[in-house]
């Protein structure tokens, strides 16, 4: 009985533990939580790895034990450069191309051909109205053909009659003057005896001498007949004779410029003005490009342009088809829009083009660069947008697989030209490059 109350006064006396607060707890589990989190990669980490490493040794040992993959590959050939085709386009023209039209101005009377029609060299194409031409050249005429036989009378000199008539008239006068001088011989006589008066005298005396200017003058006319026409009036009316000629030849050339005439053969391509139309002296009449006879305009770049020499042989593609071309000229001065050379060729086509048909000139640029040819097969893509090929290693029997960067310099079709981590002979696969990887054990065939 007395040992009851000292086992209680016993644990009444041992201190109790101070009570915790309901959050401290709650703080106390999450850390415990954290800690737990931490803990969890440092277990699975290690334990990941030891399983990649058995699966990556499991796959080696499985790719060695593996018999060796039939793969195709091609020998690397080195090259120091390559060949590049590049196309420069221009237009196809006629080597000739001529606006047509009157010097004159006038009204059209006849045009004589249609848009498209084929025309040979000199062949009437249009005509004005001649009218006024026509009827000044007569005018012309006649005046010549006057002036000409005024030039033929004095070119033969005076008629036998006219010389004959004048001997007549100067033979009276002689006598006229003989009668005269022997009547005034008689009145002279009369009046020195007192008969008759000075004014009869007088007037005898005037009758002489007016007889004797006359005789005076027909004798002139006489010898002027007699010595033919003088050489200065031929020579003037010869003169008069030519300006009416060429004034008929002036009249003639207006004549021929009445009339469009096709200066070389070729096809219409232009009619702007019809029969009625009053037109002015070069206005277009007719748009004639010759025919056959076709060439190539084409741009260049100023510096290819220093490379083609004229007279070199070329290659024009028009449409689908290839013709050979021969550079005629290289034009001095650049295009102002494109700054472009402009190379002019001389095309041999069978049939006629279609003018203004796109031309495509070809040109092979060489670029010196070494390098190897593969197949666009044998490329394997990296990281980063990085290429490579893989490289078959001979070993014995068989050949293990080895990756090599090589860098892409140009691109032709399904082959590539490479240059990298690859040397001349190397055995490069050419197909199948999916089902390789580096180390693998392959069997080369070519």
């Known amino acids: 009985m007395t040992d009851a109350p000292a086992s209680a006064d016993l644990v009444s006396?041992?201190?109790?533990?101070?009570?915790?607060?309901?959050?401290?707890?709650?703080?106390?589990?999450?850390?415990?939580?954290?800690?737990?989190?931490?803990?969890?990669?440092?277990?699975?980490?290690?334990?990941?790895?030891?399983?990649?490493?058995?699966?990556?040794?499991?796959?080696?040992?499985?790719?060695?034990?593996?018999?060796?993959?039939?793969?195709e590959t091609v020998a690397l050939t080195p090259v120091e450069g390559y060949t590049v085709e590049r196309q420069y386009t221009g237009e196809i023209v006629a080597q000739r191309s001529s606006t047509l039209g009157f010097e004159q101005g006038g009204t059209v009377v006849a045009v004589l051909v249609q848009e498209g029609d084929r025309v040979a060299a000199g062949q009437p194409l249009a005509r004005l109205d001649t009218r006024s031409l026509t009827a000044q050249r007569q005018q012309l005429?006649?005046?010549?053909?006057?002036a000409m036989a005024s030039l033929n009378e004095l070119q033969n000199g005076p008629r036998q009659q006219s010389i004959a008539a004048?001997?007549?008239?100067?033979?009276?006068?002689?006598?006229q003057l003989a009668l005269a001088q022997t009547q005034r011989d008689r009145r002279v006589d009369l009046y020195d005896r007192g008969a008759i008066s000075r004014e009869e005298l007088d007037q005898?005396?005037?009758?002489?001498?007016?007889l004797e200017n006359r005789l005076a003058q027909a004798q002139s006319e006489l010898n002027e007949l007699l010595a033919g026409t003088r050489p200065e009036q031929i020579a003037a009316q010869q003169a008069r004779v030519r300006q009416l000629e060429a004034q008929i030849q002036a009249v003639d050339v207006d004549l021929s410029k009445a009339v469009i005439t096709a200066?070389?053969?070729?096809?219409?391509?232009?009619?702007?003005?019809?029969?009625?139309?009053?037109?002015?002296?070069?206005?277009?009449?007719?748009?004639?490009?010759?025919?056959?006879?076709?060439?190539?305009?084409?741009?260049?770049?100023?510096?290819l342009a220093q490379t083609i020499a004229v007279g070199s042989a070329q290659t024009v593609e028009v449409g689908e088809?290839?013709?050979?071309?021969?550079?005629?000229?290289?034009?001095?001065?650049?295009?102002?829009?494109?700054?472009?050379?402009?190379?002019?060729?001389?095309?041999?086509?069978?049939?006629?083009?279609?003018?203004?048909q796109t031309a495509r000139l070809v040109l092979q640029d060489n670029q010196a660069?070494?390098?190897?040819?593969?197949?666009s097969t044998a490329l394997v893509q990296g990281e980063q947008g990085l290429w490579s090929v893989y490289v078959a290693d001979p070993n014995g029997d068989t050949a293990a697989v080895a990756r090599q960067p090589v860098e892409i310099v140009h691109t032709e079709g399904d082959r590539v030209l490479v240059q990298g981590l690859v040397e001349a002979g190397d055995r490069v696969i050419t197909s199948g490059?999916?089902?390789?990887v580096p180390g693998q054990a392959v069997s080369v065939s070519n």
């Open 369 to 375: 660069t070494a390098g190897f040819w593969l197949p």
């Open 141 to 146: 005429v006649a005046q010549r053909d006057q």
């Open 263 to 303: 200066p070389f053969s070729g096809r219409i391509s232009d009619r702007p003005v019809d029969e009625g139309m009053v037109v002015s002296g070069g206005q277009t009449v007719l748009q004639l490009s010759e025919g056959g006879a076709t060439e190539a305009r084409i741009g260049v770049p100023a510096d």
């Open 204 to 210: 005898q005396t005037f009758g002489s001498g007016a």
């Open 13 to 71: 006396a041992q201190p109790r533990p101070t009570p915790v607060a309901a959050n401290d707890g709650g703080k106390r589990r999450r850390r415990l939580r954290i800690r737990r989190w931490w803990l969890l990669p440092l277990v699975t980490v290690p334990l990941a790895a030891g399983v990649g490493l058995q699966q990556l040794s499991q796959s080696t040992d499985a790719i060695a034990d593996a018999p060796p993959l039939p793969v």
């Open 166 to 175: 004048a001997q007549a008239a100067v033979g009276d006068l002689e006598q």
């Open 433 to 436: 490059t999916h089902r390789v």
């Open 321 to 356: 088809r290839t013709f050979p071309a021969i550079v005629t000229a290289l034009l001095p001065e650049l295009e102002s829009t494109s700054r472009t050379v402009t190379a002019v060729l001389s095309l041999d086509i069978p049939e006629e083009p279609i003018l203004g």
